[in-house]
């Protein structure tokens, strides 16, 4: 039979091997995984930026060079003059892109949280019919959709309307089904005692459900800003008028309207652009993002 003092050994030393609160030699092996397969991740990221700071003549070269030798701002001066002699000033696009990417992300974050809270905790007829077909919708991408969703675009009379490029977004499919996995493991315990307190259901969606799912709202608002913030097919499907058309539709058609090689270095000045506010969003996000995919509902 073991003591109690050789079993808080044990347990110290499996902690210390484990889960170690400093640095241990048993870290090693893992450290000398983890760290090569970081740096491969964060490879994408380090060419973006010294492509974008490329001149001309190396943008070029043959084979490709993958660190930049005599970097340049010209790429960005270049785009900017251009985008300075463009009829709308770019400033336009960048507070159409930022007004649509506020609203979608509100109204994404309300709707997906508000619906799973129902989905989850609460009972009423046709539950599981609403359950199932969101779990379908799953299975669909964007271009299986298209042609629907222009036909219910068109007879809603939203062509040529701003809201068109909120509306696409709302439907979040990952985003409820995330939600409600994440509120299923909250205890109807918890609840029922809000309840027996005298609290309604907006008070327990408000000071019960949202915080404590604050990791799957990080990641709808992640998800439903990268699908905003770099889409541009919703200012070439349904937007005719150019005053209302996105900032990343701007950017496309900027870099693809000028000759191909001056427009390599604005393209790649441009790619630069509209990548640094999703990384900006992520680094702001990740930590919440993270608990997400170690823990559900409540520990």
Do not use: C
């Amino acid at each position: 039979m073991k003591t109690p003092t050789l079993r808080k050994k044990k347990s110290r030393f499996q902690a210390t091997k484990i889960n170690p609160k400093r640095f241990h030699p048993s870290q090693v092996r893992y450290l000398l995984f983890l760290i090569p397969l970081s740096l491969f991740m964060l490879l994408p990221l380090v060419y973006i930026l010294n492509h974008a700071f490329k001149p001309l003549d190396e943008l070029f070269y043959y084979p490709p060079r993958f660190f930049v030798t005599n970097p340049t701002l010209d790429n960005f001066r270049r785009l900017f003059e251009l985008t300075g002699a463009s009829g709308i000033p770019m400033s336009r696009y960048l507070f159409n892109s930022v007004v649509v990417t506020v609203l979608v992300l509100f109204f994404s974050v309300l709707i997906s949280t508000m619906a799973g809270f129902a989905l989850s905790k609460l009972h009423f007829r046709s539950k599981k019919i609403i359950n199932e077909i969101n779990t379908i919708a799953l299975m669909f991408v964007g271009v299986a959709v298209s042609i629907p969703r222009y036909l219910v675009v068109e007879k809603l009379g939203l062509i040529d309307n701003f809201f068109v490029h909120v509306l696409p977004y709302l439907a979040l499919p990952v985003g409820l089904f995330l939600v409600k996995q994440f509120i299923d493991q909250i205890p109807n315990e918890l609840l029922d005692a809000s309840r027996v307190d005298g609290a309604n259901e907006w008070q327990i969606y408000t000071k019960i459900i949202l915080p404590l799912i604050k990791p799957a709202v990080a990641t709808i608002i992640i998800l439903s800003f990268q699908a905003v913030w770099n889409s541009a097919d919703t200012s070439q499907t349904y937007i005719n008028d150019d005053t209302m058309k996105t900032f990343a539709f701007y950017m496309g058609t900027l870099t693809n309207n000028t000759n191909g090689v001056a427009g390599q270095g604005m393209g790649a000045a441009a790619s630069l652009i509209m990548f640094v506010p999703n990384l900006v969003i992520f680094i702001l996000m990740q930590s919440n993002v993270m608990d997400t995919m170690a823990h559900s509902g409540i520990k």
